[in-house]
């Protein structure tokens, strides 16, 4: 348990000794989430639905 937090220490003090470095990675995988939360939803929707139905 000790390890966990050695390294989660380690984490936050390189994220705050690099703000636009952390701010752009969290972006990042942000977009990437949404990217493929579009995908499942745009792929899992019925394929012979029309507007006017």
Known sequence: M???RNEA???AAH???HP?????AIAAVG??????????GVSSAARD?????
């Open 2 to 4: 000790q390890r966990v």
């Open 9 to 11: 220490g380690s984490v």
């Open 15 to 17: 994220a705050a000794d």
């Open 20 to 24: 636009t470095a952390t701010g752009s």
């Open 31 to 40: 977009l990437l989430g949404f990217a493929v939360g579009y995908m499942l």
């Open 49 to 53: 639905r029309h507007w006017y139905h």
